[in-house]
Structures are given as C-alpha cells and as structure tokens.
C-alpha cells in the first residue's frame, strides 16, 4: 500500500507527496506497532497451534477448530452444560489427554463414557472443600482439560488460575459463570425427543435437541451459534440434521430475523 | 535434545585382579593377573609395570615378569567382593546402581548438594570406599553414564555441559571398552574410515549413521556426541511384570541361590518377551526369613539376556548369603524397574509418550498429598442396572482392573454411591438396564421428589408398571412445582430381592416444560430423583 501511494506520488507529484509521506509515516507507525507486539506472542493464546480437538460439531463452531491450549472456555446454561461438558472432553481424551473435574460429586460418570471421554484418563477430586483454588492449580500444572465447578471464585483466584493454564498450557473449564473467559458456551434447550407430550408415550428419553451458543475473544460481537444433538443417539455429540444446518457460523441476530 | 543428568561413577581398576587377590590373600606389591582361555584379561598395576597387558598370552606374560601370580577368572567371587564397596557407598548417598563388579554410578546431584560440591562428594566418597572396604576407587563425573565411567577411568570431574567437548578428542576405541558389548567390528570400521575421535563420529549426522552403520551405531553415535545412550521414551514398567519366587525351604546356600536365581530369571523374561519389552534396569530384591527387605538395582549397558539377568541375581544373592548375618531368604522379586522395547533401539516415533501420563500423575499425587488419598479417584465401569450402581470409584493409584472385577461384601441398607452398591463381574448383557443417554447428573444420595396429577394429588404406582393417574406437576427437592411436558415408563425393577439391601421399585423419566429431564425412582411408595438428564 505504501509503495503503491509512492508510485503515484512520484507521477503526479505536489499534492500527491503529501500523500506519500503520510503513506510512510502510517507505514513507520505500523512497524512500530508490529514491533511493539512483537515480544507478546507466547502470552497469546493457542498462538502455538496447540488446540486440543472437539467432536467435529463443537469444532465447526469453535475458533481455531477445537480448544486452544492455555484458554479459559466458560460453560453456563441452566440445562445441558454437564453435557456440554463432557462433550468437550471426550474427544481430546479419547485422543490420549488428560482431563480433571473438580467439586462434581455427581457427575455421571456412565454419561461421561457414553459421551466418549476415557474414564481411566478422567479424574474426579468430588470434594474439594476449601482447597478449591489449590487444588484447581495443582491439576493444572498436570493434566490438560480441568474442569472446575463448585462455588464461585474471587476474581483474583479467577486470574491466578486462568494465569496458571495459560502458562501450563492447559485448558480450564469453568462450569458456571467465570467473568473474564476467552471463551463463554451457554447451552439453550431445544427439546427432547422420544417422549411424547400426551399421555401413554411408549418411547423413552432419546435426543435432546440444544442450541450452543458462543461468545468471547476471536468471535463476531454477535457470537455464533450451532443446533446440536446432545445427547445425540447413544450419548454422543451431534449434528442436529433436522435443525438448520446453515445456522452455524451466521450471527444470531440474522438467524433470527431470518 | 535432552542432557543426561550429571552422573558420578567410581571405577576400581583391574577389578577382577583385585578381588581375586584379596580371595587368595595376596598382598598388593605383588603382580598378578586373572587370565582366561590362556589370555590375560585384567592384571594389577605391579604387573603391568613389568610389561603385562591385557590380551597377552599366559606364557608371554610370565616371560615378561617371571614372579606373575596367575589366577582364574570367577565372576561370582568379584561380585562378592564388590559387595562391601556398593554399602560403604550407600551409606553415603542414595541411588547407587551396579554397573558391573569394579564400577558403580550414581546420581550426584544429591551428594553434591549435601557435601558441598561434586568434588567434595567424590572425594569424600573415595575416602569412604578405602576406609570401609578397603578398596582404592577413582572418581569421574560427567553428563550420562558413558562419559562419567570414562572420566572416572581418567579420574576427572568434567564441569557442566562440557561433557561433549570431553568426549571430542577420545579415541574411537572408548566405545568397545565395556566388557558386555562388543563393538570391536564398529570401532575397527570407523578407524579404517579415519574417524579416529569420538568427536569426528559425534560429527556425522545421525540418520547417516543409521543408514550406513545400524542400530548398534546409532546408540555408540549417541554416546559419542555425549547424549543419552537410550532414546529418551522410557516407560515405567506396569507392576505385572515383576516375577516372585517364594523359596520353600528358605535358601541358605549359595548353589541353590544359583538355581532359584535361574529359573526366576527365565520367568522374567519370559514376562517381558510377552510384552514386547526387554530390561535395561533390574530391581533384585529378597526377603530374609528374619524379616529384613533386601533390593540392589543393577543396571545394565544393554538389554538383558536371560543368562545375564541370572547372573546378576545369582551375584546379588550370593553376596547377601556370603555377608552373613542376615539369615536365609525366603522370597525372590524381579522387578524390571527401566524397560525399553525389544527392538532394544527404536527412536520414539511419536515424541514423548508417556511423558503426559506421568506429568497427570504427579499433579495428583499432590492433590492427594493436600486432600488425603482417598479425594482423587477415577472410574470404572461395572455391571449394574442403575446409572450409580454401574460406577466404581477407585483412589488414585490403586489398581483399577482389580477394582473392575472385585466383588465387595454388601454392605449395609443406604444406597450410597459405589460404595454401598454390589457390583458382580460386568459382562455386556444387564437386562432391565437403562439404554443410552444416561443421565449426566447423578446426586450422591438421590432426592426426594413429588410428583403430583391435575387435582394436586401424589402419584403413586398402581401395579409397578401402572401409574394411579397422569402425573402433572413434579417439584424435586422440595422446589416450586413445574408442569410435567411428558413421561415415559414406568418400568419395573426388581434385583437382589433376596438381599436385605436389594430394590424393588420401579422407574420413570419425567419430561418438565422447562425442558428438565429427571430419572425418577419409586422407592415404597416414596419418588426419588436418581438422575437429572443435564
């Protein structure tokens, strides 16, 4: 662009090489700027491609197409965020990582394997009392995927521990609010299938239909969105095929005017 | 590229001479030799003053120094002997593994910190070793195992990350020192192509060396260059592979030590061949009939041969025996303690691997350490019908395929989570079980719900597969009531009926507007949540 407005410059000349030595003040001001954020690539997350891989569903939705090593992804709803949860982990730790969940005395853990995450490779600390916070950095310094629920933290225990993944390269996974995450999946209900609203329904609970919706860091402010099974048919994550496939990837706002 | 960690070896020169005259009582001015096949294999520093050397011939060498004390080789007795050397080192410093009789190595980063500096643990160390047994050591320490055994033959102390440059300027020769490993065919190869110093070999890109020279050399190419003779993926061996040999009667006696020694090493290996592993490291380990645990590692330059590890048993007990005063032993253990695989050296194809598992394992050993041992578990799946039933908890560091298959006592009444439940061996088919998804939220100790119809009355079960009426509102732990979208079931369940905690009840999945879904239990004549579908 710079050399392009120099080129002209040097035709039309007078006027124009005011254009060109603004051209090369803005270029100057740019490498400055470039220098400047030179030294800050390791603090950035995921900036080593090091991304951790979703079920292909969640890794159409999610940025850099699974979880960045070193970020925070928030996981909220008042339905489906267990799930939500678990599908996040399965793949990764069918793929050989480790994962952590803290403060979850009842998780499912037969859920958890029907989601697909490996239970030898999954460990539980259900009561971590007042440790929480010591107990969440200690995991992190070991084990790739923690998730932590319980209460809610202060926000300097928030930054410590946000702090520590991303040294470690971990992925922390708050289930609940968590201010401040790269990453915040709010699952929405959709609907469960296979029984019946009248009475006398012979099915049985099958699929549930959600809405997962993204917002945080590297997303349009509007955030995205995708209609997913989960669970899907025997647990795990998927597609929701009936629901509008061309949802993904477009703005709420537009989806819904639409 | 990792460094070896900085290792100190203490090497005894002309070990086998040096045992060998101490068993013949021999005084040390006089030159001696042990010789084999009509060869002399180590001879003692008077002798070699004459003119002997090793590889002579026996009549050569007694030309040579006419006063030579021939003596026969007996790798039994220089383990014997060596014996007192390893204990006046342990009880200095930790670690010491036998490298062969004559020559130990340790880490030294722990002695180092605890006298003062690595020379001063050395030092210390050698004055140890000729006080308590009597025996004249030289001390090298280096990065790896390979450089210090050979500073230790110079009685140097190479300072930190010069090992490489130690190495440089060493004769190819060096690689074809240990007595266990024959690279001579290498070595003479390497001087014929006039590379003559470990660092013009150093200096050859490795994957040339692969291809040209085979495996063998890729491991000497490593040493040369001062790195790590094994590839750097080491697994910790699973406990499984350890071979116990109870001794009935306790053995007392050399010649029967040698037997057990035998056929307890060709069960080893033949563990370790079914794993498509070999061991570069053995743990030998005894047990005394007063009692008392004995282990000693051993580590090996190269995998170990069936023979190889007998022998070393054979030599580890024998000194145990020997020493005296520890009484017979009554238990055997192997423990392969470092292992590699078969093919003795494949470079790792895919990095690190298991390197995370230990990383995840040390981080919650910590949790443990700061909530007790039993507040970290994992999960194993069991048979069973209920979503709770179907998991066992295992701590952290037990065996979990032990715990999948045990089969706990009843315990009392409370269904409790996996504790209070019985769980039998799981073979696929539970009819009666939950199909997929199960519930992704299961409470410790369910809660109690009200599920009520249109009039506000409670729901009970007719027959175990027959509501009273249409359930309409459902309020779960004493909540607000919301209205019920839908249900399925119930279905009856009756297990365990001649326990006295066995269940008869029946299930029902209740669908609520909300979109909330609940497992519910009915348990005389009371509903309970046994699951929530989060």
Do not use: K
């Amino acid at each position: 662009m710079g050399e392009g407005a120099a080129a002209t410059g040097s035709v039309v000349g007078g006027e124009a090489d005011t254009a060109h030595r603004l051209a090369t003040a803005r270029g100057l001001l740019r490498r400055l700027e470039d220098r400047a954020a030179g030294p800050r690539p390791a603090a950035e997350p995921g900036a080593d491609g090091r991304v951790l891989p979703v079920g292909a569903p969640l890794a159409t939705l999610l940025p850099g197409g699974g979880l960045r090593r070193g970020t925070t992804v928030a996981v909220t709803g008042t339905v489906g965020a267990t799930s939500l949860v678990l599908a996040l982990l399965a793949e990764a730790s069918d793929g050989g990582a480790w994962a952590g969940v803290i403060g979850r005395p009842d998780l499912g853990l037969v859920a958890a394997a029907e989601a697909g995450v490996a239970l030898e490779r999954l460990a539980l600390v259900p009561y971590p009392g007042a440790d929480l916070v010591a107990v969440t950095a200690a995991l992190l310094d070991g084990l790739d995927l923690v998730v932590v629920a319980g209460r809610v933290l202060h926000s300097s225990d928030r930054a410590r521990l946000a702090a520590r993944a991303r040294q470690r390269g971990a992925v922390l996974l708050p289930l609940g609010p968590w201010p401040g995450a790269d990453l915040e999946l709010t699952c929405e209900q959709g609907g469960w299938r296979g029984v019946g609203a009248g009475s006398g329904d012979v099915g049985r609970l099958r699929t549930r239909r959600v809405c997962v919706r993204l917002r945080g860091r590297g997303v349009a402010p509007a955030g995205r969105s995708a209609r997913l099974l989960l669970p899907g048919v025997a647990g795990r994550l998927a597609v929701d095929v009936e629901g509008d496939a061309s949802a993904v990837d477009r703005p709420i706002a537009d989806r819904e005017a639409g | 590229m990792t460094v070896p960690v900085r290792v100190l070896a203490l090497w005894s020169p002309d070990w086998p001479v040096t045992a060998a005259a101490r068993a013949a009582h021999l005084t040390p001015d006089r030159p001696a030799a042990v010789v084999v096949a009509n060869r002399v294999l180590a001879c003692s520093a008077v002798a070699r003053a004459a003119g002997v050397r090793r590889g002579l011939r026996r009549r050569e060498a007694q030309a040579r120094c006419p006063e030579l004390v021939v003596l026969a080789r007996d790798a039994d007795r220089d383990a014997r002997m060596f014996e007192p050397v390893v204990e006046a080192v342990e009880e200095l410093a930790p670690g010491v593994e036998v490298i062969r009789p004559g020559l130990l190595a340790l880490p030294v980063q722990g002695p180092a910190g605890y006298f003062g500096g690595e020379l001063a643990a050395a030092e210390r160390l050698v004055d140890q070793v000729a006080g308590r047994a009597g025996v004249e050591c030289q001390a090298g320490i280096a990065e790896g195992l390979f450089a210090a055994v050979l500073a230790a033959r110079r009685g140097v102390a190479v300072a930190p990350g010069d090992t490489p440059a130690f190495l440089a300027p060493l004769e190819v020769e060096e690689l074809d020192r240990e007595p266990e490993v024959d690279r001579s065919e290498l070595v003479g190869l390497l001087s014929r192509l006039g590379l003559r110093s470990l660092g013009a070999f150093g200096a050859l890109a490795a994957g040339d060396v692969a291809s040209r020279f085979g495996a063998d050399a890729v491991l000497a190419h490593r040493l040369a260059r001062g790195l790590d003779p094994r590839p750097p993926v080491r697994r910790w061996p699973p406990a499984e592979l350890a071979v116990e040999l109870e001794l009935d009667p306790p053995v007392d006696r050399v010649d029967a030590a040698a037997f057990a020694a035998r056929t307890l090493a060709q069960r080893l290996h033949g563990v370790l061949a079914a794993h498509g592993l070999s061991c570069t490291r053995l743990g030998v380990g005894a047990r005394t009939t007063s009692g008392e645990e004995l282990h000693r590692v051993w580590r090996c330059a190269e995998p170990l041969t069936p023979s190889g590890t007998a022998d070393r048993v054979r030599w580890q007990l024998d000194s145990w025996l020997v020493r005296g005063g520890r009484g017979a032993v009554d238990r055997l253990q192997l423990v392969p303690e470092e292992t590699v695989g078969a093919g003795a050296l494949q470079l790792g194809l895919w990095g690190d691997v298991g390197e995370a598992d230990e990383r995840a394992g040390r981080a919650l050993v910590r949790v443990q350490a700061l909530l007790g041992p039993e507040a970290v578990v994992t999960a194993v799946l069991t048979g069973g019908r209920e979503p709770a039933e179907r998991v066992r908890l295992v701590p952290w560091g037990d065996d979990r395929d032990e715990a999948a298959s045990r089969v706990p006592a009843a315990s009392g009444g409370e269904a409790g989570r996996a504790s209070g439940s019985p769980v039998r061996e799981p073979p696929p088919p539970w009819p009666g079980r939950l199909p997929a998804p199960s519930p992704a939220v299961v409470p410790p100790d369910p809660l109690p719900a009200d599920l009520c119809d249109a009039a506000g009355d409670p729901v009970h079960l007719a027959t175990p597969d027959l509501l009273t009426a249409a359930p309409r509102t459902l309020a779960v732990d004493g909540g607000p009531p919301r209205d019920v979208h839908g249900w399925a079931g119930p279905w009856p369940v009756a297990q365990r009926w001649w326990a006295p905690d066995g269940m008869a009840g029946s299930r029902l999945q209740v669908l609520r507007a909300d979109g909330a879904a609940f497992l519910l239990f009915a348990r005389a004549g009371r509903w309970e949540v046994a699951g929530v579908y989060d």
